[in-house]
């Protein structure tokens, strides 16, 4: 099995695996193993860009206004 081309929302959970802690948005591509989970840590994304949101909503009006835009030449 191999991470399929494209994005991934990573729901991080807080110290006791309890409730949602935040939202992360990172490219698939950085996940070359052949692994269902992952384990990441500030030492993982280190040095490259991440998109970290604090509620479902603002992930949500990110991907809306980012995937959601009609594209220019669209008839």
Do not use: C, H, Q
């Not at 099995?1 to 990172?26: H, T």
């Amino acid at each position: 099995m191999r991470w399929p081309r494209g994005w991934i929302v990573a729901v991080r959970l807080d110290e006791k695996n309890e409730a949602v802690f935040d939202y992360v948005l990172m490219p698939s591509a950085w996940l070359t193993f052949n692994r269902r989970m992952f384990w990441f840590s500030k030492e993982f994304y280190s040095g490259r860009t991440i998109n970290r949101f604090d509620t479902f909503e603002a992930l949500s009006s990110f991907l809306f206004e980012r995937v959601g835009k009609p594209k220019a030449n669209a008839a």
